[in-house]
């Protein structure tokens, strides 16, 4: 065999499991075998760069960066759909397309209405070209690199097919992979995605493509475009792009008469609820295409084609009591305790208030009769109060004045929705969320140890704060519920070996407000030490990269506490990372300590981003725009004018990369 008939064979192969595992949904290789197969590739192709194939499997794992999505117009236009919201508007729909064709002789396709982001997929002699979002409808952005991340897209479709094609589909979030995103999410003290929908043409956008590929989007394909005249229906054209490799739902159904689309519509009025992902209503489509051709296009909609939307399911029930959480940072969330209630297939409960503001808004009172709503969003919500149904002794809600859980104050600050509990060291939900913070896999990414364990271990006295965890013996953790001596040994192995985790992520999991992953990044680099952040004025925290007045104050109100300072001073009795450590001081100098610099155009040495880092593992500060406070612009080729002028008034020196280079060695 040649190389490049390995190549090829290897790259049909993973295409084929990508298939059976994706869309099929039915593994034919384990996890550890496709990946030896992927590795295998990926060197060959390395090694003869003439074989690289932009539609090989080894680019669906990511890795390219889009800084700015192209914009590109549509060869055909993507039209709206116009809505139909009870079976009355789907006759007289009928009879509108009856009376334009001049026939009775209709046929429909049903198929459910997806929720997602919409997406052109452009095929050119049977090869993934582009995909494109719907933007506008007239031009949208070129999302490619990202699409192909999404593995149940198949980049070559395998048979018989039309060779030059748009292929029409919804980029989905399925429910399942969308919760599991938001429990990380929560985990890493992030705040969670609203909803599948905005998550998914979300992630279409993000720069990075290895960070879309991480996420469970998924592609259903519901429309061929195509001038090849291969099919005669809508429905046809479909069943044969499912056999050539796309995941065409198998919930489409082809109606001949309306009364079959009343019944397709009746079924998933109730079954929807039990789909892995979520839908909005259903599209009714003719399915001659020859018919769809004749009846055309409104100004912004197929006339051929309607949507059938469910009404958001709504129910009414009473509330009981108004409860409130309390979160690791002392933010508190009301939440309405529901007499039980069927919704969208499930038993509601209780529905997020929000904030004070929310409940003040809409006159939420106990033992109001009110209506619950489960949109697009996974928790339901209260939309109203049933007026009528108020009983007479009804009085307004008055918000907690105290915490919930150890009765202290609450505290608002100006400008923030939320009420919080400033009881940081003597409330337990927020010790027990502390720690949990502090264990968690972006932070000090302790092995052995579970949330519940620590909410055990705080109950049972033996924990009071993270510094805590580190006086922890086996013995004394054996007699706990559920521990045997083995899982208790790796627990107290798991919280030795977090000593060793850099700096960087110990200054994240101490949890101080507003220091979140990248934030504390941001820190470390500049701070080097815990002790340099700790002592910095806030003058200094302002001048670091991004660090704003409120990441400032929240900083000062940490170092200022005399708890925390005595907390940071055992973590280094125990010896943790509270500096970074000298290898990635490495190359490292301070040589341009205190100068900002401005880049400008385009570089030949080194990338701009090269340029960057070199500037800031030299002590000095990049900044994007020129102003008084700007020491040095460096000018690439094709700098921008009205930059130079700026320069040139300001009196700012420019130079070049040379210059740059010479200045650091
Ligand atoms: P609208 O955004 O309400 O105008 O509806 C049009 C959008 O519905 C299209 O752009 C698609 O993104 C989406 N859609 C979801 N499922 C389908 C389907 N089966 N057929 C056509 N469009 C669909
Ligand atoms: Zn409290």
Not at 289 to 311: D, S, V
Request: hydrophobic fraction near 35%.
């Amino acid at each position: 065999m040649t190389i490049q008939q390995k190549i090829q064979s290897l790259k049909e192969e993973l295409n084929n499991h990508n298939y059976n595992y994706y869309v099929l949904d039915n593994a034919t290789i384990s996890d550890v075998d496709f990946d030896i197969k992927l590795k295998e590739l990926e060197k060959l192709e390395k090694q003869n760069p003439e074989f690289s194939d932009p539609n090989s499997p080894t680019q669906r794992v990511g890795g390219a960066i889009t800084k700015n999505f192209k914009t590109v117009t549509h060869k055909n236009r993507m039209y709206s759909l116009d809505n139909s919201y009870s079976k009355d508007d789907l006759l007289d729909w009928e009879k509108r397309i009856q009376k334009g064709l001049g026939t009775t002789e209709t046929q429909y396709t049903c198929e459910l209405k997806f929720d997602g982001a919409s997406i052109n997929l452009t095929y050119e002699n049977g090869q993934f070209i582009k995909a494109v979002t719907r933007g506008d409808g007239f031009q949208g952005d070129d999302v490619s690199t990202n699409i192909r991340t999404i593995k149940s897209i198949p980049l070559i479709p395998n048979g018989d097919f039309v060779s030059n094609f748009e292929m029409r589909g919804e980029i989905i979030l399925p429910i399942d992979g969308f919760n599991k995103m938001n429990e990380e999410r929560l985990e890493n003290g992030e705040e969670e995605y609203r909803n599948p929908r905005n998550t998914a043409s979300g992630s279409l956008k993000l720069q990075d493509s290895t960070e879309v590929a991480k996420r469970p989007l998924d592609c259903l394909l519901y429309q061929v475009v195509t001038s090849e005249r291969k099919y005669k229906t809508h429905f046809e054209s479909l069943e044969n792009a499912r056999k050539v490799g796309f995941k065409v739902p198998e919930t489409i159904k082809l109606a001949k008469s309306i009364d079959q689309v009343f019944e397709f519509v009746n079924y998933w009025d109730v079954e929807r609820h039990n789909l892995p992902y979520e839908t909005d209503g259903i599209v009714i489509k003719v399915n001659n295409l020859q018919q769809q051709e004749e009846l055309g296009y409104t100004a912004k909609a197929p006339r051929w084609a309607i949507a059938y939307k469910f009404k958001a399911e709504q129910v009414a029930t009473i509330l009981n009591e108004i409860t409130y959480q309390v979160g690791r940072t002392g933010a508190i969330t009301p939440v309405a305790n529901l007499a039980p209630v069927q919704l969208a297939g499930t038993t509601v409960k209780r529905a997020s208030l929000h904030n004070a503001d929310q409940i003040e808004k809409l006159d939420i009172r106990v033992n109001d009769t009110v209506f619950v709503e489960k949109g697009g969003e996974i928790i339901p919500k209260i939309i109203a109060v049933d007026l009528t149904k108020r009983p007479e002794s009804s009085k307004p809600t008055i918000y907690a004045t105290n915490c919930p859980e150890c009765n202290t104050k609450l505290v608002r600050t100006e400008g923030d929705a939320k009420h919080y509990c400033p009881n940081e060291f003597g409330c337990a939900p927020q010790i027990t969320g502390r720690i949990q913070h502090f264990i968690s896999r972006k932070a000090m990414d302790i092995d052995g140890l579970g949330g519940e364990t620590v909410d055990l271990l705080r109950k049972e006295g033996l924990i009071q704060n993270y510094a805590d965890l580190y006086d922890l013996t086996v013995k004394q953790v054996i007699p706990l519920e559920r521990m045997a001596e083995k899982s208790a040994q790796n627990m107290i192995s798991g919280i030795e070996k977090s000593k060793e985790i850099p700096f960087e992520k110990v200054l994240f999991a101490l949890g101080i407000r507003f220091v979140g992953e990248t934030v504390a990044k941001k820190l470390a680099k500049h701070f080097k030490s815990i002790d340099n952040i700790m002592t910095a004025t806030f003058e200094e925290l302002i001048n670091a990269d991004e660090i704003g007045d409120r990441i400032a104050q929240s900083i000062l109100d940490f170092s200022s506490d005399a708890t925390n300072i005595q907390l940071i001073n055992r973590l280094k009795e125990y010896g943790l990372q509270l500096e970074v450590s000298p290898d990635s001081l490495k190359n490292q100098t301070n040589i341009l300590q205190g100068q900002v610099f401005v880049v400008s155009g385009v570089f030949h040495q080194m990338s701009r981003n090269e340029l960057k880092k070199a500037i800031e593992d030299n002590g000095g500060k990049v900044s994007s725009s020129i102003s008084k406070k700007t020491n040095f612009i460096v000018a690439g080729d094709n700098m921008g004018p009205s930059k130079l002028i700026k320069a040139e008034d300001l009196g700012i020196t420019i130079i070049t990369e040379q210059d740059f280079i010479d200045k650091i060695n």
